[in-house]
């Protein structure tokens, strides 16, 4: 379990996990990756399914004959653009404006089709409207998980907790270890994250918190200060993630 927070490199690379090295329990890859105007980074990966998700700029991102083109202005305002490529492929991103991405990989022995997700083909809901006064209540963008990518070994979203309000609520687990990479919209604004029994850490712009599979997570955010939180959990072999969650025993009556 680690909670961190992770500085940029002078190569402008942020590294959140690692599969042979830093939060190797995660059993994923994850970058966070700045690229000035006219700079163009590059992965290959002949074992790993990847993905790469902008989270703020201007790119062009191409993986064979698939090309797409796409700009952010911001994670609290607008949706993200993500591409998708299983082992043996390269991805190259270019940017356009300066930028910003995560960079997502893992093992995964299947091939399937290179995918590119433009804003319209990301699943966009609201979780928990209406049940604690609008307590917990949240936006989520889901670019794709196992029910319309059961090939993949990955599940990626997002979740932009409104101000003031609490997610990722009831307090839960699950057996797939799962990465939150939170942005917040200024410096001073800051959010609460409990692990396991509610073990306490202060979120900041760019913290990450890396949960193994049967730890529980919560967390709230400031009033005043919408977070960001892009989402990453790794399947696993013969158990994937289809979105079933543990609930606390001492909370579960809130779901009866």
């Known amino acids: 379990m680690a909670f961190n927070y992770p500085k940029f490199n002078k190569n402008g690379v942020k590294t959140i996990a690692k599969m042979d090295g830093k939060n190797n329990d995660m059993l994923m890859d994850i970058l966070v ?3 000035a105007k006219g700079e163009v980074a590059t992965y290959s990966e002949e074992q790993k ?3 790469v998700l902008l989270t703020e700029g201007g790119v062009e991102i191409k ?12 994670v609290f305002e607008d ?25 997502l990989a893992t093992t995964n022995e299947r091939t399937f089709p290179t995918k590119f997700y433009d804003k319209k083909d990301v699943i966009r809901s609201v979780s928990c409207e209406g049940l604690w006064e609008n307590t917990a209540v949240r936006d989520v963008n889901t670019v794709f998980d196992y029910s319309n990518a059961p090939y993949s070994n990955l599940v990626v979203g997002e979740v932009i907790a409104r101000q003031g ?22 410096p001073e604004a800051f959010g609460a994250c409990f692990i396991g029994e509610f073990e306490p850490h202060t979120i900041v712009d760019g913290s990450a918190g890396c ?6 997570h919560v967390q709230v955010t400031a009033p005043g200060y ?4 892009c989402w990453m959990i790794r399947h696993l072999d ?9 609930v606390d025993e001492r909370y579960a009556y809130w779901e009866k």
């Open 63 to 74: 993986c064979g004959d698939v090309v797409g083109v796409g700009a952010r202005k911001d």
């Open 226 to 229: 919408p977070m960001y939180c």
């Open 165 to 186: 309000r609490w997610w990722s609520y009831l307090p839960h687990s699950h057996p797939q270890p799962e990465v939150y990479y939170y942005k917040m919209p200024t």
């Open 238 to 246: 013969g158990n994937p993630w289809d979105k079933t969650r543990i």
């Open 79 to 103: 949706m993200p653009i993500t591409m998708h490529a299983c082992k043996g492929n390269t991805i190259e991103v270019k940017a356009l404006t300066d930028s910003e991405f995560i960079y």
């Open 211 to 216: 949960f193994p599979g049967g730890k529980t």
């Open 33 to 35: 990756v700045k690229l």
């Open 49 to 51: 399914e990847m993905c």
